[in-house]
């Protein structure tokens, strides 16, 4: 099975699917998709993500979109290594990280979102990157106040290998230093972040190394 | 196994929650927590839900938050009737569905994002039903267009019985409808909701049958 992943080298959607794939060891060719330039509303990317967004992975039996979707069908297609513990309570655990970012931080921050706020209530940049930090902040605070509960002794999230929990935090780490998050201030999240970076899996996943990316890395 | 449901009459993913436990035939007791009143906030109700949300779902063993992650832990606990289908790409499609809604919409029309862009940009009320209203309006649009090219011949979205789509849908467009969207103008989902809006564990869940609704229910 050949797979293609349309996505953009900053899309934190994106950075979780090449995460999943690469702790999965399944090979994918990239397209990239211009957001800056608008790529993402063309007619011919309509016909791959009717919403207009990215991620999507292709096969050679169609499409699949929408992030926290494709990650299950990844874990239920190459079970191993599993990105959910197998304890039923400790999966609803793993899945509620995901979807603090996936639902409470990331939809809140994302471009569209921001896009809105600018060009309805006349926010300069400041004021979009103050939007931004609001809810990173505020869903970042409930995922540290989860880390420090259950604590489970690194160096991942959910203890000794990577989750579905890390996939999320990672991208979602990079978004909050953009704009201008004080990602230290998380000490539980910063330190399970830096023990991912340096996993093989997300380090050929990071925005800056993907083909896309501009060589500065802005 | 005893299970307490933390809710709100008409959140929605409180509204998910007893739709999902409803078809799974599981009894569950109810604690409204009053979100008008702000007890969300109270440090009872954060000690059961650490981000001071609803809903949270507590047993002999512990508490469970974010719905997506709790609708996953359901349907691994009691797997019959099942709200996905077997086939991998059609589960994937299915969670897409809940997806689109679960982080598209949902969260970015919800009760503290109005909150802000209210105390924030000075908006009205109806500034703000209009900010609801868009991200709504793009949402359902996408849906409408998924669920016309899928079109499995009803009467649910996924065919012949309720799955997790439905589950999204229908709380969906409920806060459509209060927020003044013409749900008429998407018609495969409309179709969609009207038939599961007549199924017992749906009735059974609607907000104006919970202990905490108003009278009027309004």
């Not at 349309?6 to 998709?33: C, E, F, M």
């Not at 791959?48 to 990650?71: R, T």
């Not at 991942?156 to 780490?173: E, K, M, R």
């Not at 190394?209 to 501009?214: E, G, K, L, V």
């Given at each position: 099975?050949s797979l293609t992943?349309?996505?953009?080298?900053?899309?934190?959607?994106?950075?979780?699917?090449?995460?999943?794939?690469?702790l999965?060891s399944?090979?994918?060719?990239?397209k990239p998709?211009?957001?800056?330039?608008?790529e993402?509303?063309?007619?011919?990317?309509?016909?791959?993500?009717?919403?207009?967004?990215?991620?999507?992975?292709?096969?050679?039996?169609?499409?699949?979109?929408?992030?926290?979707?494709?990650?299950e069908?990844?874990?239920?297609?190459?079970?191993e290594?599993a990105l959910?513990p197998?304890?039923?309570?400790?999966?609803?655990r793993?899945?509620?990280?995901a979807?603090?970012?996936?639902?409470?931080i990331?939809p809140?921050?994302?471009?569209?979102?921001?896009?809105?706020?600018?060009?309805e209530y006349?926010?300069?940049?400041e004021g979009v990157q103050?939007?931004?930090?609001h809810?990173?902040?505020r869903?970042?605070t409930?995922?540290?106040a989860m880390?420090?509960?259950d604590?489970r002794?690194?160096?991942?999230l959910?203890?000794?290998?990577?989750t579905?929990?890390?996939?999320?935090?990672?991208?979602?780490?990079?978004?909050a230093?953009?704009?201008g998050?004080d990602?230290?201030?998380?000490?539980?999240?910063?330190?399970?972040?830096?023990?991912?970076?340096a996993?093989?899996?997300?380090?050929?996943?990071?925005?800056?190394?993907?083909?896309?990316?501009?060589?500065?890395?802005?």
């Amino acid at each position: 099975m050949s797979l293609t992943l349309y996505g953009y080298w900053r899309s934190s959607a994106s950075y979780r699917l090449r995460i999943a794939l690469n702790l999965k060891s399944v090979a994918y060719d990239q397209k990239p998709v211009d957001l800056k330039e608008g790529e993402q509303r063309r007619p011919e990317h309509r016909d791959i993500h009717p919403q207009g967004f990215v991620p999507a992975l292709a096969d050679d039996q169609g499409v699949l979109i929408q992030s926290p979707a494709i990650l299950e069908w990844i874990e239920e297609t190459w079970p191993e290594p599993a990105l959910l513990p197998s304890d039923l309570r400790e999966r609803a655990r793993v899945r509620a990280y995901a979807a603090v970012v996936g639902c409470d931080i990331h939809p809140i921050q994302n471009l569209s979102v921001l896009q809105h706020v600018k060009s309805e209530y006349g926010q300069d940049a400041e004021g979009v990157q103050a939007w931004a930090r609001h809810w990173i902040t505020r869903g970042l605070t409930a995922l540290e106040a989860m880390a420090q509960a259950d604590d489970r002794g690194g160096p991942y999230l959910w203890g000794a290998s990577p989750t579905l929990a890390d996939i999320y935090l990672v991208p979602q780490l990079y978004n909050a230093r953009r704009f201008g998050v004080d990602v230290e201030a998380f000490p539980a999240l910063s330190k399970a972040d830096e023990a991912a970076r340096a996993h093989p899996a997300f380090v050929t996943a990071a925005p800056e190394s993907q083909p896309d990316a501009p060589e500065d890395g802005h």
